[in-house]
């Protein structure tokens, strides 16, 4: 199996930065996408930002320019780097990623448990 570990989500002040980490681990042969989304309360889940192996990007419009997705493939763990946090990114982030497990010739897809971040003065 294949677990996804979020980590770094917490209370800050608007205009603040945070930092979310995330760890792929388990019986993995290569991580290929990874990427991050978020749901607030009584809203549905939607993309933040996403990154492929190779590096390519691609964000929301409504953190383009505040929010910096990356990844270090060797740790098997995606970043998003948050700066200029307003209220409206309270949420819970969730990490996804598409894996190539060992022994499988296709891909599955995970998420992970996610993380609360509350953007409050």
């Known amino acids: 199996q294949v677990q996804l570990v979020e980590s770094g989500g917490g209370l800050v002040q608007p205009g603040g930065s945070l930092r979310l980490s995330c760890a792929a681990s388990?019986?993995?042969?290569?991580?290929?996408?990874m990427g991050w989304y978020r749901q607030a309360p009584g809203k549905q889940r939607e993309l933040v930002a996403t990154?492929?192996?190779?590096?390519?990007?691609n964000y929301a419009d409504s953190v383009k320019d505040r929010f910096t997705i990356s990844r270090d493939n060797a740790k098997n763990t995606v970043y998003l780097q948050m700066n200029n946090l307003k209220p409206e990114d309270t949420a819970v982030y969730y990490c996804?990623?598409?894996?190539?497990?060992?022994?499988?010739?296709?891909?599955?897809?995970?998420w992970g448990r996610g993380t609360q971040v509350t953007v409050s003065s």
């Open positions: 388990g019986s993995i042969f290569r991580v290929n996408d």
């Open positions: 996804n990623a598409g894996v190539r497990r060992v022994g499988y010739n296709r891909d599955f897809r995970y």
């Open positions: 990154i492929t192996s190779g590096g390519n990007t």
